[in-house]
């Protein structure tokens, strides 16, 4: 049976006294709260054609959780398990999400599966669901990656989001083992201003898609994939650089997230990005819209604090196309100078179900 990897389980709070620690005393997100595109359109509570948890704004904390199916359990038979276990979590997931502290948390729960998992069961995968290759760089712990069922939850409080996490656990019964855990935070600026600060202590901007550009780049009919990485940073190595360098290498102001050459924070690719004043091999350089013919992902990115010794950034990023994370992936390995301060330890990718609907529980196009 794989062994569930136990994350940190302190608050927020604890998590800024492990990273004051560290000598940098700040927090991450891969974009601005504000940059956020609204959630979209559906009716009210659990249900709709797509869940919750994509383009909903992002809370203040998130966990994520990997299961796998009994390896006992394939074919038809593991067809009826799954679908007998999502139709329990929709039926708890709709019961405790519409709960008047669930919306006060603004506690969403995602749910996909991984690329294993369709042959296991007899079924035709989604189009783009495949594994990520080898990345240069990488140093993957096995116990932390893959799954074949992988949770999102977020929410603005760590209870929220534990409380419904052990309700799943339990009624995924004997059908389900948990395989890796991890825990994120989103706390607020350490210098009172609304945009989080990342643990290198940089803003990192509103670099997320529009409504629209989330049609054309994020959203399959009413599908998505999921990347993620558990992503371990060297903040004491990158502390040590003068501000300069530092800003060289991300690509950006430290003090005001803007461009380098003192432009408004707020350029997109198309109008003017921070790209245009930043070196070649800078960070946003290497990440820029624009080498992918526009294509864009959707970040909610977290910090993680497993210890003094052990911090980084939870990436998770919502695309049409898991292949247009590997090609950027692929340009930071190669020119990207910050990929010499950070080291994937844990990475998985799934395919996010379309939407509960009353009588169609989560599942039901895939598992008929």
Known sequence: MP????????????????????????????????????EDARGPGFHGLRQAGVTTPRQATALLLAYD????????????????????WTHALAETLESDSSRAARLTATVGIGPALPARLGLRAPAALRDLPAFTGDRLDPDRCGGDLVVQLCADTADAT????????????????????????????????????????????????TPEECERWVWSGNATYLVVRRVHLRLEDFARLAVHRQEEIIGRDRSTGGPLDGGPSTGGPSAGGPEDAAPPRSHVRAVSPRLDAGARMLRRGYSYADGPTDQGMLFLAFMRDPALFARV????????????????????????????????????????
Not at 22 to 35: D, E, H, P
């Open 3 to 38: 062994k569930a990897t136990n994350a940190a389980s302190e608050t927020p709070t604890r998590r800024r006294v492990l990273i004051a620690g560290a000598g940098l005393g700040l927090t991450v997100t891969a974009c601005t709260r504000a940059a956020d595109p609204p």
């Open 69 to 88: 199916l009994d390896p006992a359990l394939r074919g038809a038979e593991g067809v009826r398990a799954l679908k007998a276990v999502l139709g329990t």
């Open 162 to 209: 534990e409380s419904i996490a052990t309700t799943l656990t339990r009624l995924a019964g004997e059908a389900l083992y948990p395989r890796w855990r991890q825990d994120g935070f989103l706390p607020p600026s350490p210098d009172g201003g609304t945009t989080p600060r990342n643990l290198l202590g940089f803003q990192d901007g509103p670099a997320n898609p």
């Open 329 to 368: 992936q692929r340009r930071m390995a190669a020119q990207d100078e910050l990929s010499g301060f950070t080291e994937a330890r844990g990475s998985a990718v799934a395919y996010i179900l379309p939407g509960a609907r009353t009588g169609r529980p989560l599942g039901a196009e895939l598992l008929g």
